[in-house]
């Protein structure tokens, strides 16, 4: 590809984020999704009211069963897989592609939003109801909320760079994302421990061993092949997407 | 009647307007260009070029008006064929967007942005030194300065239109290429977009609109390209090409107070070659559209006859290019 569009592009990038942002905080399942993040600060607070703050029974009911279940894939698919999801579906992708920006500075800026909201839901989330719940629990529940949150970012920049790319090849990637997280890693991981190398959920508490070992159903992975597996699948996904979307076609809608 | 039309299916390539200064590539040039998906063919073996100037794509929804605009933007391969703009391949290139100008057909424009936001962000991907200015400008100069501050989500189709056609020239791009630009402009933002577009070819940009109506044509393309069914039909100067339109055999269903009265009148005329009493009313066969318009009302009020309808029966887009095609 011939492309002088070297130093515009940087520049370019924060500019297609803020927009970017806008977009997929303007969107109305955003909405829904800022009551699913509430979900584990609400279980917190009845936690600590009831009295039940140690680590356990607090990080199995609440960080295990919904916050690394089901908000972080959630939020991170729907955010990944939005990001250019929904300007294909409406045909703004036109006026980001009908300028002289290397491709990959396109992604960097959709990934760099995308991420960050990602993030910015499930990290606060999971902040706040350990912070409620954990911390009263004394040095080991400050390490436990750290390594929890930790997992929050780590799944969250896995899941959006891996739907993000999807997005781009399939118009499909929200479903195919919902069934990868209930059937990949809710069911088959669960009987095929091998799988524990290509799922995101697994990278994200091998990540969060390397400050805590939390005591979930077994994080398979040790942190540094966690950190590393993490790595090539965001490089991967995002390169793919970035090939992609230098070869996208956009046919008209009416001819 | 001497031919307008330029054959373009079998016929010599011939440039659309030949350029002055051979050295410099043709601003934009399709040889032999086609493009298929499966085995639906879109763009069918079109080739013509173009230099500065104002430059009408007319044809009925469906005939590859898009495909083809969409081609020179870059966003589709040829199947066949080269197409070039401003002498370099646009697919796969980004930097060709420089010079390129893109008003896409679709209306949909990030609503949560003001009109301001949203061309000011085309020029900071353009990478403009004075973003905040020439968004500015650019806003001016399509005359949206009422709305500049308003979210996007707030403007009528036309004043979308108008935006859009804003962040595509804020860049000051060589070629321009607006896919339907007028649909949704009310008579009067169309001439002032006609206006605008017309001062930009007088300072020696190329700008390809497509349309459906031709009327929309007239006022700025002195050329056009008439395509149907992927293939290039016809190619001029649009008087001609209109006359072409207009002058073709008509058939008009008139009812009034008193059809057979009006019919006698009628027939005087030598405008009109066939009138035919129906249950319907009158159908006259006239062979000119416009003439016939203004005797109608004339001649209807001469013999005390009121007009309650009259209606083109044969008007539709559909056949007045099938028409186009078959000669």
């Known amino acids: 590809m011939k492309d002088d569009a070297g130093v515009g592009s940087i520049r370019a990038i924060p500019e297609i984020a803020r927009v970017t942002l806008r977009q997929l905080l303007g969107r109305r399942r955003t909405l829904l999704l800022v009551l699913l993040a509430a979900l584990p600060v609400l279980l917190a607070l009845a936690f600590r009211v009831a009295g039940e703050t140690a680590i356990q029974p607090f990080t199995r009911r609440v960080f295990d069963t919904i916050s690394i279940t089901i908000l972080l894939p959630l939020v991170a698919i729907l955010f990944g897989s939005g990001a250019f999801g929904a300007e294909i579906d409406d045909g703004t992708i036109v006026y980001l592609l009908a300028k002289p920006l290397s491709r990959w500075a396109v992604v960097a800026g959709k990934a760099l939003s995308a991420m960050a909201v990602a993030i910015l839901l499930t990290a606060a989330s999971t902040a706040l109801a350990g912070f409620i719940d954990l911390v009263p629990a004394g040095n080991d529940g400050v390490l436990a909320t750290e390594a929890q949150v930790l997992a929050m970012v780590v799944g969250s920049v896995c899941y959006v760079s891996l739907f993000l790319a999807l997005s781009l090849f399939t118009r499909r990637a929200l479903v195919i994302g919902v069934g990868y997280m209930l059937v990949w890693e809710g069911a088959l991981s669960i009987i095929l421990p091998g799988i524990a190398n290509l799922s995101i959920r697994q990278y994200a508490l091998g990540a969060a061993s390397a400050i805590y070992r939390l005591p979930v159903q077994e994080a398979r992975l040790s942190a540094d092949t966690a950190f590393v597996l993490s790595g090539v699948l965001v490089v991967a996904t995002l390169a793919i997407a970035t090939w992609k979307l230098m070869r996208i076609e956009l046919p008209g809608d009416t001819d | ?327």
């Open chain 2, 1 to 327: 009647m001497t031919a307008p039309l330029v054959p373009e299916a079998n016929g010599p390539m011939r440039p659309v307007q030949p350029l002055a200064a051979p050295p410099a590539p043709p601003a934009v040039e399709l040889v032999h260009a086609a493009r298929w998906y499966g085995n639906v063919v879109a763009v069918n073996d079109v080739s013509f070029t173009l230099g500065a100037g104002v430059t009408g794509l007319l044809g009925p929804n469906g005939a590859g008006k898009t495909t083809l605009l969409h081609m020179l933007a870059g966003f589709l391969a040829p199947s066949a064929g080269t197409v070039r703009v401003l002498g370099r391949t646009p697919h796969r290139d980004p930097s060709v967007y420089r010079q390129i100008g893109l008003v896409p057909e679709r209306e949909a424009v990030y609503p949560f942005l003001t009109g301001l936001e949203y061309v000011r962000f085309n020029a900071r991907l353009q990478g403009l030194p004075d973003a905040d200015g020439l968004a500015r400008a650019a806003i001016v100069r399509v005359g949206l300065d009422d709305a500049i501050d308003r979210p996007i989500g707030t403007y009528s189709k036309g004043m979308r239109q108008r935006v859009k056609v804003a962040g595509s020239l804020v860049h000051d791009p060589q070629v321009l290429l607006l896919d339907e630009p007028f649909n949704g402009m009310d008579p009067r933002q169309r001439i002032a977009m006609m206006d605008l577009l017309s001062g930009l070819a007088e300072a020696g940009r190329t700008i390809l609109f497509s349309s459906h109506i031709l009327e929309e044509v007239e006022r700025v393309g002195t050329e056009i390209l008439v395509m149907v069914a992927g293939r290039l039909a016809a190619s001029g100067d649009y008087r001609a090409i209109r006359a072409l339109m207009t002058d073709r055999p008509h058939t008009i269903t008139v009812r009034s107070s008193d059809d057979r009265r009006l019919a006698t009148a009628l027939m005087a005329d030598p405008a009109v070659f066939a009138v035919e009493l129906t249950d319907a009313g009158l159908s006259v066969q006239t062979a000119q559209l416009g003439a016939f318009r203004r005797l109608i009302a004339g001649v209807s009020r001469s013999v005390g006859v009121r007009l309650v309808e009259v209606v083109s029966a044969d008007e539709s887009l559909e056949s007045v290019f099938d028409y186009l095609v078959r000669r």
